[in-house]
């Protein structure tokens, strides 16, 4: 309820720079009325222009019902396209955190992937010869720079973990320049590392998988990260650090183990790893060496 209340929160900012963009309260000029509602945001008068005269996606307050959310998100994802990123920041902050949740997550989740593969890919230049403003590789870099909060107790890490995922895996982010994905791998892992509950955890482990397939060099450092968790002190993340290793090696094949294949399917799926008896690290020293033999030699 709470991440709920706070991503709505967000929400209902945007739709009343909508509802004073379109006009719909009387009196007064467009633009004044958006600056006056949030003085705090300090919003550019290009981008309140912009918003005033319908360039950001936005549709008539006629045509636009929260009775229907999948169609409500559609129409509110184009307006992360406005230059200033004081506007930009919370409104995707506010999609991150509602993607995270019940019921509302999936509906967000597939506006932003939706409107991703409207955007430019990376190099492209827009008429005039220029680069763009905004672009796939600004998505990535706004969900690394939600994982990079030096913030414990930050909201936004979890669900950046969650909604980075989901994009991954729906293959929206795969017009991003690929130099933008270890940035993103290298943000999880720190994550992983200073902020060690179990949950954030799994989470993380979920993103190493999804990345994995993104190409060989991810492969070969999520690979290696999941190897890693399988000696964890608590006893869950090994078996979902076993489960995410056995679904990249064995089923999609991500690092290419040749004759270790089978061996390797077998140990992760025949052992119990929620055990820790001498059995299971023996599994797990033979795994390691195994998997080990065909990981690039700078994850070696």
């Known amino acids: 309820p709470e991440l709920h209340s706070i991503a709505l929160s967000y929400i209902a900012t945007i739709w009343s720079f909508f ?3 379109q006009g719909c309260n009387s009196g007064g000029n467009k633009t004044s009325r958006l600056f006056a509602i949030v003085p705090a945001l300090a919003l550019g008068r290009d981008d309140a222009d ?4 319908n360039k950001c996606g936005f549709v008539k307050c006629s045509d636009f ?15 992360l396209s406005v230059s200033d990123k004081r506007l ?11 993607g995270s949740t019940e019921p509302l997550g999936k509906f967000a989740v597939s506006a932003v992937a939706a409107y991703a593969e409207t955007l430019p890919e990376t190099g492209a230049t827009v008429e005039d010869g220029a680069q763009p403003e905004w672009g796939v590789d600004g998505i990535v ?7 990079l909060t030096d913030r414990r107790t930050s909201k936004l890490i979890n669900p950046a973990l969650g909604v980075a995922d989901q994009l991954v895996e729906q293959g929206a982010l795969l017009a991003a320049a690929p130099v933008s994905w270890i940035p993103l791998y290298r943000a999880t892992q720190r994550v992983a590392f200073k902020l060690r509950a179990p949950h954030r955890l799994e989470l993380c482990l979920k993103l190493y998988s999804s990345l994995a397939l993104m190409s060989e060099e991810l492969a070969g450092l999520a ?15 090994r078996q979902t650090a076993a489960d995410h290793l056995f679904a990249v ?21 025949e052992t119990e790893w929620v055990q820790d008896s001498a059995s299971v690290k023996d599994a797990r020293a033979r795994l390691t060496a195994l998997v080990r033999r065909h990981l690039p030699q700078s994850q070696d």
């Open 19 to 21: 509802r004073l963009g």
């Open 50 to 53: 912009s918003i005033a005269q």
């Open 65 to 79: 019902s929260w009775a229907d959310p999948e169609a409500a998100f559609a129409r509110i994802a184009p307006a």
């Open 88 to 98: 930009r920041r919370p409104l995707f902050e506010g999609l991150v955190l509602t």
């Open 141 to 147: 870099a706004e969900l690394i720079r939600l994982l």
């Open 223 to 237: 690979v290696g990260s999941l190897l890693a968790h399988m000696a964890h002190p608590v006893l869950r993340i």
């Open 249 to 269: 090696v064995c089923i999609h094949g991500a690092i290419d183990a040749d004759s270790d294949s089978d061996d390797i399917g077998r140990i992760l799926a």
